[in-house]
C-alpha cells in the first residue's frame, strides 16, 4: 500500500499588495491555487480509494484537513482582497465578483466532497447502479458550476481592466 502526504505552506502572515494591478494579480494568483489545491484533493481521494476495502482513513482524514487549511488561507486572503477592493479602492462592482466567486467556490467544495463520497459508494457497492447515476449527476453539477465560475471570472477580468 502506497502511503501519500500532502503539504501546504499556508500564509498565516499574508500581505495584501497596496497597488490596484498588484493586488488584482494577487487574486489571479490565489484562483491558481485554488484549483491547484482541487487537483490535489482529487489526487489523494484516488489514493485513498486504492487503498479498499479497508480504507487508510487516517492519511485521508489528514489530508482533508491540510486541504481545509489550504482553502480557507485562500479565502481569508481573497476576503481581505474583497474588501481592500470596496473600501480602497471604491470597486464594489469587483467586490461583487468575489462575493458571487467565493459563493461558487463554497458549492464547488460542497460537490467536490458529495462526489468524493459518491465514488466511495460506488466502489463499495458495485452492484448498485444509483451510485454510478448519482456520480453522473453530481458531475454534471460541478460542470455547471465551474462554467459560472469561468463566467465570474471573465466579468472579473473584463472589468478588472477596464480602467487601464
Known amino acids: 500500500m502506497r502511503k501519500c502526504s500532502f503539504r501546504f505552506v499556508i500564509q ?9 494591478k498588484a493586488l488584482i494579480q494577487r487574486f489571479y ?3 491558481s491555487e485554488r484549483v491547484e489545491t482541487y487537483r490535489l484533493f482529487e489526487e489523494g481521494h484516488e489514493a485513498y480509494l486504492r487503498t479498499g476495502p479497508h480504507y487508510d482513513f ?3 482524514r489528514q489530508l482533508v484537513h491540510e486541504i481545509t487549511q489550504a482553502f480557507c488561507g485562500i479565502s481569508k486572503e481573497v476576503l481581505e482582497i474583497k474588501g481592500r477592493l470596496h473600501d480602497e479602492f471604491d470597486r464594489p462592482d469587483l467586490s461583487e465578483h ?8 463554497k458549492e464547488k467544495l460542497e460537490l467536490t466532497a458529495k462526489l468524493q463520497l459518491a465514488k466511495q459508494q ?7 447502479q444509483s451510485c454510478q447515476e448519482q456520480i453522473q449527476e453530481i458531475k454534471h453539477k460541478i460542470i ?3 462554467e459560472a465560475l469561468s463566467e465570474i471570472m471573465q466579468d472579473f477580468k473584463y472589468d478588472s481592466e477596464e480602467c487601464d
Open 58 to 60: 487516517d492519511h485521508y
Open 29 to 31: 494568483h490565489l484562483q
Open 98 to 105: 468575489i462575493e458571487k466567486l467565493q459563493n461558487k467556490e
Open 144 to 146: 455547471q458550476n465551474k
Open 12 to 20: 498565516s502572515e499574508f500581505s495584501v499588495p497596496s497597488d490596484f
Open 122 to 128: 460506488a466502489q463499495d457497492q458495485p452492484e448498485d
